[in-house]
């Protein structure tokens, strides 16, 4: 599951954004050789190992430099997606209305989450997170709460459960 996503950051755009991948099935599980896709239909093919126990979270940065000056642990971040691409390369979590994150095997996606549907207020720095009670797949609005747990500089839980009621 996508569990929650930084698109609008204080940092630099687009490499100090993440998306931080949940696990709740009772195996790890490895996201070797799956696809992110942005919701321009840029991709990113997961290159190495991260492996996700159950009841875990890591995080998925653009940037790790980018992320850790943000105040996101160097511990929770399993993999970086945009090592070396410009600002206008790779997978990019858009601010507007067409922003989306999936996450594919081959072309079947495992989840979408189109998070500029939403509409959920949020000032930059903040991140959208999963509620417990949403149901993996394709995400809507109810889902998603606005984080208002202070970290670095902004809001959000990188690597621990979220706290959205």
Not at 55 to 65: D, H, M, P, Q, T
Not at 109 to 118: H, W
Not at 135 to 148: E, K, L, R, W
């Amino acid at each position: 599951m996508i569990s929650e996503l930084l698109f609008d950051p204080t940092g630099a755009e687009p490499d100090s954004e993440w998306i931080e991948v949940g696990c709740r099935a009772a195996s790890a599980r490895t996201l070797r050789g799956l696809t992110l896709e942005d919701g321009a239909g840029r991709t990113h093919v997961i290159a190495s190992d991260v492996i996700v126990s159950p009841g875990k979270f890591v995080v998925l940065a653009r940037s790790r430099a980018a992320v850790t000056a943000q105040g996101v642990a160097a511990a929770d971040i399993g993999y970086e997606y945009g090592a070396g691409a410009s600002a206008s390369a790779g997978v990019i979590l858009a601010n507007g209305s067409s922003g989306g994150i999936s996450i594919l095997v081959g072309s079947t996606p495992l989840v979408r989450v189109p998070y500029g549907a939403f509409n959920l207020t949020s000032a930059p720095g903040t991140t959208l997170e999963i509620r417990s009670t949403a149901v993996p797949g394709v995400a809507v609005s109810a889902d998603y709460c606005v984080s208002t747990t202070p970290v670095g500089t902004g809001f959000g839980t990188p690597g621990r459960a979220p706290v959205c009621p």
